[in-house]
């Protein structure tokens, strides 16, 4: 039986990364995103042969009528980035970091409960990141957002078993989140960043999508917050 998996975030970088992986493993794949355009353009991107939904995951309702209409399935892969909550602490809009974590934490959490009715067996993979174990500078807001995401993983293997339940902890990527930075600024920051690497480069989505269908594939892997950082979290 082909099994199907349901990626949120899944119009751009890791969450597309995923979903273009797990197709090539043939999976049925629907991408959830709130931006019709942009799922569209996935799509385009994808080749067509990828599902799609334009849903609110800090809409309760919205979402519960969506697994309502899509029934049963197996894996739950949510890729949110919440946006905000970077900044040195004394400067830091607290606004900010709720907003943040209204649309990471949250969303995961409300999205992540929400499945529970639909899902058979499986696996819910979160995707935190690695602001949560690495100490840097004008990160304390995403260590607090991420990092709450990554202490829930352990209790929640253990109360929705046989339902697995793990996360991925990326370091650098090159993702879209980066673009609101000057071209110039980004290329040197990636260059400090690779330099400081044992694999000596910053990440690409390809490399957190190969450590989600690792993850979605070992049914004998679940508690666990897998690292995929380059070596990051050894610095």
């Known amino acids: 039986m082909q099994e199907t998996v349901i990626v949120f975030g899944g119009s751009s970088g890791i969450g597309e990364a995923a979903a273009k992986r797990l197709l090539e493993d043939g999976l049925r794949v629907i991408i959830v995103g709130r931006d019709r355009s942009r799922l569209e353009g996935a799509v385009a991107r994808l080749g067509g042969e990828v599902e799609t939904a334009s849903v609110d995951a800090t809409d309760r309702a919205a979402l519960s009528q969506f697994f309502d209409r899509i029934g049963s399935f197996q894996h739950l892969v949510l890729s949110f980035s919440g946006g905000k909550g970077a900044g040195p602490f004394k400067d830091l809009n607290i606004d900010d970091v709720r907003s943040g974590m209204e649309r990471k934490f949250f969303a995961q959490f409300n999205t992540a409960q929400c499945a529970l009715g639909s899902l058979v067996g499986g ?14 500078h004008g990160t304390a807001g995403l260590a607090a957002i991420n990092g709450a995401i990554e202490a829930a993983v352990r209790t929640l293997a253990k109360e929705l078993a046989p339902t697995r339940i793990n996360a991925v902890s990326p370091g650098v990527i090159d993702t879209p989140w980066w673009d609101a930075m000057p071209k110039e600024a980004k290329e040197r920051v990636f260059g400090e960043v690779a330099e400081r690497l044992p694999v000596r480069r910053v990440g690409h989505p390809e490399d957190v999508a190969q450590a989600i269908a690792f993850l979605i594939h070992d049914s004998f892997v679940t508690g666990t917050v897998l690292e995929v950082d380059g070596g990051g979290h050894l610095n």
Do not use: E, Y
């Open 123 to 136: 696996s819910i993979i979160f995707v935190s990141a690695g602001s949560a174990r690495v100490a840097m």
